[in-house]
């Protein structure tokens, strides 16, 4: 059995097995629940839940967990991990992705968005365009945090890593309209005036990962976490 604490934009993968997804937003269930299914698709369960307090999640009946990008929006990271180690059968196993700092040389898909609301004079849209990347302030200590959290939890073997990655969008259109994806996203675009002004900035900025193709693709980062539930 396989469990996923969070849906990640809806992108839950289908895979052999039972699945519970988990993840404490409605939204983000609803889009998992629209992506076709494969025939031989999981059984897929959709739980609205916090992770950190979960009471659905049953006794060490999991293999595997994973949790994909979801660990900087939790208050207690720490007791999610022990939640999930909670389930997992002894030998089980946890991985978790969580973004790295978005700076000038990584992560620059959300660095120059936030940018781009500031200079349209949208300074107190920043933090809560930037919280994907909050987990830590550098690389290493993001690394530390997750390993600090594994054993904190419980698991052993603890490990984490930084893994470098892509941010692809089909075209500059697609990856501008990210923007509308945040919390304060129905609002930048209902202000036409605002949205074509911030929507020419980003785009700029992002021109220089503009592919003769019209794609756009942008340098990615994230820590990658690995633990084991012990055998005893």
Not at 175 to 186: R, T
Request: hydrophobic share 40%; net charge negative.
């Amino acid at each position: 059995m396989i469990d996923r604490l969070t849906t990640d934009d809806g992108a839950l993968r289908r895979t052999q097995g039972k699945v519970t997804a988990l993840d404490n937003s409605p939204g983000m269930l609803n889009r998992a629940r629209s992506k076709p299914a494969d025939a031989d698709a999981a059984t897929i369960s959709y739980v609205e839940e916090d992770a950190c307090a979960s009471t659905t999640l049953p006794s060490r009946e999991f293999h595997r967990a994973y949790c994909q990008q979801g660990l900087q929006f939790m208050p207690d990271p720490a007791a999610a991990m022990r939640a999930v180690l909670a389930s997992l059968q002894p030998g089980g196993h946890f991985t978790a992705a969580v973004w790295s700092p978005a700076s000038a040389e990584s992560n620059q898909t959300i660095y120059h968005l936030c940018e781009a609301l500031r200079d349209v004079g949208k300074d107190d849209w920043v933090d809560v365009a930037d919280k994907p990347m909050s987990w830590s302030t550098t690389d290493a200590a993001g690394v530390s945090k997750l390993e600090n959290c594994l054993v904190d939890a419980g698991f052993i073997n603890p490990d984490a890593h930084v893994e470098d990655g892509e941010f692809r969008f089909k075209d500059m259109t697609t990856a501008v309209d990210i923007a509308k994806v945040g919390p304060f996203g129905e609002a930048l675009a209902a202000d036409e005036a605002l949205w074509n002004a911030f929507r020419e900035n980003y785009a700029a900025r992002l021109a220089r990962f503009e592919r003769p193709d019209g794609a756009v693709i942008v340098p990615a980062r994230s820590f990658i976490a690995h633990g084991v539930a012990p055998w005893n």
